[in-house]
């Protein structure tokens, strides 16, 4: 008989459940992302953020020890440090207002689930600078709004109270197209917001007694030791590492994956690295190469499909842990590292992508690199993580992705030892603009503000291709087409990438524009880039015109205007 009360036992359960069908569906979510880019990862981040609180709720089980204290800091702490991309953090703030309201309790009813509803949306309203309606953030809105009338109206009956509430946020889903042009135009919902309702169904549905599979090891525990010739770790610690990156994924195929296209996709991966394995089955491939840049193999891998089950291990990291016996955790030993160095004023982190474009940050004094950006949004925990190895009183963030500003201010929230400070930056040279600014001998407050308003003054756009049909921006898109894709939309379109940039270029100028930045990536030749140097040159040669090379993954050229 279903009860019309919850426990701690039954809410970990509920809980679990809810991630797993999110879990299930997360290529779905991606699938809505607006702009057909090979990149959308809504889903992905969402994912990642739930698991990372269902490993700690999934602990607490284990250990039966379980009560509604340590079951809610365990969903709050867990998503909280394992947020990504917007989406992410919104939904570990949606976790942190629901468990403040219900933590207090040891069995919560359908009153106590309408309050703790309301404080998930104001806290999560609270975490966005500027809230926008058509978004998860109103899918939970109108869901709380419902459970507040319920429970007004003296409902009872918990199964009701929670179907009801679902089927709100599925008509509220429903209507995201309405309140976003954007989502109209592309023919889709809000995928955030329906990673919620996600969410909710997979929480009703082990309420209303449906089995659910917990077994939370292939998305949360680290690889096993593959069968087929994968990696041996022991034997890697004691080994000269000559590729440093552990790169695994699962390539969900959209194309034919035939003999010749395997031969030419390992070919491709023994150009960039060793140790590789590629096993097709069906419509899966399992790929692990050892890798200095896996950006190329993951870069390469979206054109036969999506990607899911990534995992990306730094070994050298790994090679110093096992040499100086080491027990913490991977990065520990630069962490060591870096505090035994003198304590600086000031230090930056910068989140980057490309061998090229960490290099030029590197350049300018940045002294902690975050591997990721638009192909895979760092976590919270990142940041945590990369704060502690920067010996610095005040630390300046550079997101350099507007999906992961919200992580970095969710980690400067939590940090109290040092001062901590996110420029905004929403592209990479946004990023380079903020390094460059940056002036010693003003305060740090001068110096926030100096490099907030000088990277207003950065127009940026990106070439990228597009994964699917679609008509945006009153831009009819074909699969496979390349876009330059602007600070507000896409700008231009067409199956010749010179061709496409330089229409980019074209709506990015205006007449105060000093200097243009070419960054290319790493599937462009350095011929083909100076080529498309010269073609800038020629038509604006009033410009200063800067050819550097990136070596970004997805994104065959970011061009910044100024």
């Given at each position: ?9 039954t ?95 040891e069995?919560?009813?359908v ?10 949306v ?123 990156y552990?790169?695994?994924f ?16 390992k ?16 419509d ?23 990607l ?40 930056f ?47 300046f ?69 597009a ?30 990438v ?45 410009c ?19």
């Open positions: 008989m279903v009860s019309n009360t919850i426990d701690a036992g809410m970990a359960k509920l809980f679990l459940a809810g991630a797993k069908n999110l879990e299930s569906n997360k290529e779905w979510i991606n699938d809505l992302n607006v702009f057909p880019v090979p990149d959308g990862d809504t889903g992905t981040n969402m994912t990642l953020t739930i698991m990372s609180a269902a490993k700690e709720v999934a602990s607490l089980r284990d250990m039966g020890d379980l009560d509604m204290q340590s079951l809610c800091k365990a969903i709050s702490s867990g998503s909280l440090r394992g947020a990504r991309g917007n989406s992410g953090v919104i939904l570990s703030q949606l976790f942190r207002g629901f468990t403040k309201g219900v933590k207090e309790y069995q919560i009813t009153p106590v689930i309408a309050t703790a509803f309301e404080r998930a104001e806290t999560a309203y609270k975490a966005v600078m500027k809230p926008k309606e058509g978004t998860i953030l109103t899918v939970a809105k109108g869901a709380a709004i419902k459970a507040r009338e319920l429970a007004d109206n003296g409902t009872e009956d918990m199964a009701d109270f929670l179907k009801q509430i679902i089927d709100r946020a599925e008509e509220v889903l429903a209507q995201t197209p309405e309140m976003l042009p954007v989502l109209k135009q592309a023919g889709v919902v809000d995928s955030g917001g329906q990673g919620l309702v996600l969410v909710l169904k997979g929480i009703y549905d082990a309420f209303m007694g449906k089995e659910v599979d917990f077994n939370l090891n292939e998305t949360t525990s680290a690889p096993a030791v593959n069968k087929s010739g994968g990696m041996n770790r022991e034997a890697q610690a004691n080994a000269e590492i000559k590729f440093g552990c790169t695994e699962i390539i969900m195929l959209n194309k034919v994956f035939n003999i010749k296209a395997e031969l030419d996709f070919a491709y991966l023994e150009s960039i690295g060793d140790s590789i394995v590629v096993v097709a089955d069906d899966v491939v399992k790929v692990h190469v050892h890798t200095n840049d896996p950006g190329l193999a993951i870069q390469r891998a979206l054109k036969y499909g999506a899911s089950n990534m995992k990306i291990d730094n070994m050298r990291l790994e090679h110093q842990e096992k040499l100086f016996k080491m027990s913490q955790t991977e990065g520990a030993a630069v962490v060591s590292a870096a505090k035994e160095q003198p304590r600086k004023e000031v230090g982190i910068a989140v980057s992508v490309g061998e090229g474009i960490n290099e030029i940050f590197k350049g300018l004094g940045v002294d902690h690199i975050i591997e990721g950006g638009q192909t895979m949004n760092p976590s919270t925990e990142d940041m945590l993580n990369a704060i502690d190895q920067v010996n610095a009183d005040h630390i963030i550079l997101p350099n992705n507007k999906n992961i500003i919200l992580a970095a201010n969710q980690a400067q929230s939590l940090v109290k030892d040092k001062k901590i400070t996110v420029i905004p930056t929403k592209t990479v040279p946004q990023g380079i603009t903020a390094v460059i600014n940056y002036v010693p001998d003003m305060t740090a407050e001068e110096n926030a503000e100096t490099m907030t308003a000088e990277i207003k003054n950065v127009s940026t756009g990106e070439v990228t291709y994964v699917r049909d679609t008509n945006i921006d009153n831009k009819e898109i074909r699969q496979g087409d390349y876009m330059g894709i602007g600070d507000a939309g896409i700008l231009s379109v067409g199956t010749v010179g061709d496409v940039t330089m229409e980019m270029i074209d709506e990015m100028m205006s007449d105060e524009a000093e200097l243009i930045s070419i960054y290319y990536g790493a599937e462009i030749a350095e011929e083909e880039a100076e080529a498309l140097r010269a073609r800038v040159e020629e038509k604006y040669g009033a200063d015109i800067e050819l550097q090379y990136g070596g970004q993954p997805i994104y065959y050229y970011i061009i910044s205007v100024e």
